[in-house]
């Protein structure tokens, strides 16, 4: 079963199973992508029933979150009654500035989903860049 839902420069793409070539951690804040810009972040509601897992080196930060690795795959599992995945600082359905949030909320359906983040082609270095949020 194929399926894609997008959120600002957040892709999850639905897959069949997750990867076994690849070790997996699981990130236990329930963010998918932090904004490299603003302090905001692409995050599921914090009760929510998913897993988020990234290939790369977890770090802790001095508050006891975990860092998310850049440039490393993620995936997420989304237990059996879906989650809403949210944009901003705080959690919020719609975009407002009270919350800084710059995208509506998504609900995303039972399943398992491969996160991939938008690109661009920079013509001045003459390279694909990540878009930065």
């Known amino acids: 079963m194929q399926g894609q839902l997008t959120q600002g420069d957040v892709t999850?793409?639905?897959?069949d199973a997750l990867p076994?070539?690849?070790k997996l951690n699981?990130?236990?804040?329930?963010i998918v992508?932090?904004?490299?810009?603003h302090g905001k972040f692409h995050r599921f509601q914090p009760d929510a029933d998913v897993t988020v897992l990234d290939t790369g080196v977890l770090a802790y930060n001095p508050d006891g979150s975990q860092s998310i690795t850049p440039d490393t795959q993620k995936f997420v599992v989304v237990g059996s009654d879906g989650a809403v995945l949210f944009h901003g600082k705080q959690f919020d359905l719609q975009p407002s500035t009270e919350t800084e949030t710059d995208h509506a909320a998504i609900m995303v359906p039972p399943g398992i989903y491969e996160i991939s983040i938008a690109t661009e082609y920079d013509y001045d270095r003459m390279e694909e860049v990540k878009i930065t949020d």
């Open 12 to 15: 999850l793409k639905r897959i």
């Open 20 to 22: 076994t070539s690849q």
């Open 26 to 30: 699981k990130i236990n804040d329930n």
């Open 33 to 37: 992508q932090p904004s490299e810009t």
